[in-house]
């Protein structure tokens, strides 16, 4: 594994959009053979009634629940998100977790008993809903979107990998504000048995995703996931309701992305346009979501994604996560 640049390899997924309803929610799901799902996460942009806007994200494993952040998102993009639990100063749980149930509905909850009555955290997934509550800062339902699972599919070497993203409409509470609106769901990493799905091949690929949901006039949703890579890697899709779908990879997605350099170091991504499937997006940047992830130079920011000559959404909820920023890169 060690000897295989993935930056110059030929790497080609087989993506496809799925429906939620016919996937297994359960940590022995076998949709990519001889896989396992090692990570997941749960995450949410929301916008709540005060006019605030949050980024949440939980990750969870087999055996355990770790990695979080709830924290307020600024529409100044210099300035640094409001957290409201962060790891190590003001915490959820984080710890050994256990699954339970069977069939279609499966929920995880802490198993250290008394660090469950400090930090209450109550997950549950199935394929009509996922329920997510943790203490009183975190009460959301999110419903997957019909056709809205972006799957893909990476065999070959170094490494087989396989990687759902299942986008989701939101509702409920957060902070103890009640959610106006917002883009959600739960993204999934499959890798080999005994490997870490953070040191597999999806790990080593990503270095730019951007995802988005968008609400139309006349009620109907759009959505879109790309992730560009290394070595020419990409993936694309899109989905409008009443539309056919768009699917998208390497050579046929092109992603620029526009930076903003400062003179005492700092930097963000300012825009992006991503083209695709014959249409073309444009992505604004409106605030900063990076909170704890700045300190892994993780740039994180939200933004508005608008369809060049396609209807202007009434609402709109959209993401780009920097994981590397390289100039080498034929895209950005």
């Not at 730019?208 to 890579?229: C, K, P, Q, R, S």
């Not at 056919?244 to 992006?272: F, H, K, L, M, Y």
């Amino acid at each position: 594994m060690s000897n295989f640049d993935v930056a110059t390899a030929d790497i080609i997924a087989d993506v496809t959009l799925v429906d939620a309803s016919t996937q297994d929610h359960s940590t022995a799901d076998k949709q990519f053979p001889g896989l396992h799902n090692d990570l997941s996460f749960l995450w949410a942009m929301v916008d709540t009634e005060d006019g605030s806007r949050y980024e949440i994200v939980r990750s969870v494993s087999q055996s355990c629940a770790y990695d979080f952040t709830v924290h307020e998102c600024p529409a100044d993009i210099w300035e640094k998100p409001r957290g409201i639990r962060i790891p190590g100063e003001h915490d959820l749980y984080w710890g050994p977790a256990v699954w339970l149930g069977r069939g279609e509905r499966r929920r995880i909850t802490p198993a250290n008993f008394d660090m469950m009555l400090k930090h209450p955290m109550n997950i549950t997934l199935s394929p009509a809903k996922y329920s997510w509550q943790e203490e009183d800062v975190v009460d959301l339902e999110l419903t997957p979107l019909p056709g809205n699972v972006t799957r893909i599919d990476v065999p070959g070497d170094p490494d087989p990998v396989g990687y759902t993203s299942t986008g989701c409409s939101v509702a409920g509470t957060v902070d103890g504000k009640k959610v106006t609106g917002g883009y959600g769901g739960i993204d999934r990493m499959y890798c080999i048995p005994g490997l870490s799905a953070q040191l597999s091949k999806i790990a080593q690929l990503e270095h730019y995703w951007f995802v988005w949901g968008a609400i139309h006039e006349d009620g109907t949703w759009e959505t879109g996931n790309a992730m560009l890579g290394a070595g020419g890697y990409a993936t694309a899709t899109w989905h409008r309701q009443g539309f056919d779908p768009i699917i998208a990879t390497n050579a046929d997605v092109d992603i620029n992305v526009a930076w903003e350099d400062r003179d005492n170091g700092q930097s963000q991504p300012v825009s992006a346009t991503l083209a695709f499937g014959g249409r073309t997006f444009d992505f604004t940047t409106t605030h900063n979501a990076a909170a704890q992830a700045a300190s892994l130079g993780i740039k994180w920011v939200h933004g508005r994604v608008q369809e060049r000559g396609g209807p202007v959404p009434v609402q709109t909820w959209s993401t780009m996560e920097v994981i590397v920023r390289s100039v080498s890169m034929r895209r950005a």
